[in-house]
């Protein structure tokens, strides 16, 4: 390769996916560092809404679902396993001896069409966002082709849908793995070998600053204070505590409204929930929004809410972006000390921090930011100061290109 850039190789879930607006911003901000990338999705998008920033993305994307070719994908393994056909085999066994479900050989022929297309590429890394089929994916390839892998692990990957052997053979062969929190990578090095713990690396999410203002907006604020909140209406998101704190609110005589920007399959139950409580004409379901209209909305609002949860099987977040991208507006944030959320916001310093599922606290806490506009605007500055000192995108991705060990890349 001589001193040539390398070229990066990013396995996703799904491209694009709304709800991952992290893995948008760390591709713009590595194409802008001027790295060649190439995405390869597990599977193909949905008919949901596209972000504006997605017409900014170089990459081509290559799916590798057989949906999106069946022939292609069957074409790519035989001319992969007549390639390195001991390294196919060991492969499969590999695939067989660690988990023997058809959902686990997917990823290998998945793998398997990859190998024959980056045959023809020049890729030196792939890195894989989430530590289920796309971790997966990575390392079968290497397997088959000896290209290494790193991985990001976020939180439902790591909580839920993990399964530990698995796991921990994903990260007993790759370069190193990345999770988005300090409370995640604790978690992971008590799943592995402590001659491993040094595999893995905090990489906080980082926000692409130039795209949120710190406050100011020419979009003028409602009369009455709006609590935003921007979510997928799942379990461990909280919102059904955000409405009971909701109706707390107005049997106080608190005058305010709620946007609650966002679509999963809990939607019906929590519009129900609105009703049953008589909040209809306080509380709005705005769906799924892409990203210039979600900033948009963040500008409105007085304050941001986001009680998370760790649901009874264990799903939780690990720092939401979302949080992230409120603070960087300069808005007041009120989550819970669950997960990694202590890591971002100080409670009474740059935010406030409550009790999971404890509506009554949650509720205490937005009367009180809804009766002191200063206290408001104190919070929201120190959150945004430290979204600039500690979360930026050119942050974050210096620190993985670090472990990348691109060739070349600076």
Known sequence: MGGAKASLGYIVSTWPRLSQTFVLTEVLALERRGIPLRIFSIKEPGNEPVHGEMRLVNAKATYLSAQSGRNRVLRGNVATAFRHPLRYLKALSRALLLHPRWSFLQSLFQAGYL?????????????????????????????????????????????????????????????????????????????????????????YNGMDLSRYANGDSCLEKPPVPTILTVARLVEKKGISDLIHACHILRERGRSFRVEIVGKGPLRTYLKAQVHLLGLHNIIGFRGALPQELVREAYKRAAIFALPCVINEDGDRDGIPTVLLEAMACGLPVVSTDVSGIPELVESGRDGILVQPRNPEMLADALDHLLSDEGLRKQLGAAATAKVVKSFSVERSVTELLGLFHLEGVQ
Do not use: W
């Open 115 to 203: 190998a024959d297309l980056l045959f023809r590429e020049r890729i030196t890394h792939l890195h894989a966002h989430f530590a289920t089929a796309p971790a997966s994916v990575a390392m079968f390839t290497y397997y088959l082709t000896g290209i290494p892998y790193t991985f990001t692990a976020h939180a439902k990957d790591i909580y839920f849908d993990a399964k530990p052997r698995l796991l921990r053979a994903k990260i007993r062969h790759a370069r190193a793995v990345i999770t988005v929190s300090e409370y995640n990578r604790r978690h992971l090095t008590r799943l592995i070998h402590p001659a491993q713990a040094k595999k893995v690396h905090c990489v």
